[in-house]
């Protein structure tokens, strides 16, 4: 009797997951740089500290089997709206930045209203009784999300995509004749 078994290569194996002292670096690096974003005062300092956090979040979209979203948060987030950022940085008055003081009153306010939430969430976490469940696992996508997307897209919603790229084009001319334009 001949048995029909697939060839090794064709073998699908579960999909391998992030060790955990790796989704606890990408979290801890997206939530760091997160902070340092709100903490620094130097915008440029700040929107690298955004990229960076960018990054972070799309590792734990790709540990998650979500690689279109993924890749979608480094060439969307990472890429084209920190371009914009750095477009509108170069707008502003560094100088008369650095020269603002901080108010104290409102940074021990946010601080504290950041404590709060923060004890907040982890009273509602230590009592809630589905908190301490272990998720089941994702099931296994069976369609393209990449084709469906572009179909999506390029299909129903053509004429809408078209007049985004037209407003972005004409935003981008717009700080680009901003951004040379002589002070007075």
Avoid at 22 to 29: G, P
Avoid at 43 to 58: C, D, M, N
Avoid at 129 to 139: C, D, E, N, V, Y
Wanted: charged share 10%.
């Amino acid at each position: 009797m001949v048995s029909h078994c697939n060839p090794p290569s064709a073998i699908r194996h579960p999909p391998s997951l992030m060790p955990p002292f790796l989704l606890w670096i990408f979290a801890l690096l997206m939530l760091i740089f997160g902070v340092a974003v709100v903490i620094n005062r130097n915008p440029v300092a700040s929107a690298l500290s955004l990229v960076v956090s960018f990054l972070g979040l799309a590792a734990l979209f790709m540990s998650l089997d979500a690689y279109f979203i993924g890749i979608i948060q480094v060439l969307v987030y990472a890429g084209a709206v920190m371009v914009l950022f750095l477009f509108i940085i170069m707008l502003l008055d560094l100088r008369a930045e650095e020269r603002r003081r901080v108010n104290w009153l409102a940074l021990s306010g946010g601080i504290a209203v950041a404590l709060a939430l923060l004890l907040q969430i982890f009273y509602v976490i230590a009592h809630l009784k589905s908190a301490h469940q272990t998720f089941p696992p994702l099931p296994r996508s069976t369609f393209d999300d990449v084709r469906s997307v572009g179909l999506l897209l390029f299909g129903n919603y053509n004429l809408p995509f078209q007049i985004i790229a037209v407003l972005v084009l004409v935003a981008t001319i717009g700080v680009v004749l901003l951004s040379k334009r002589e002070p007075r």
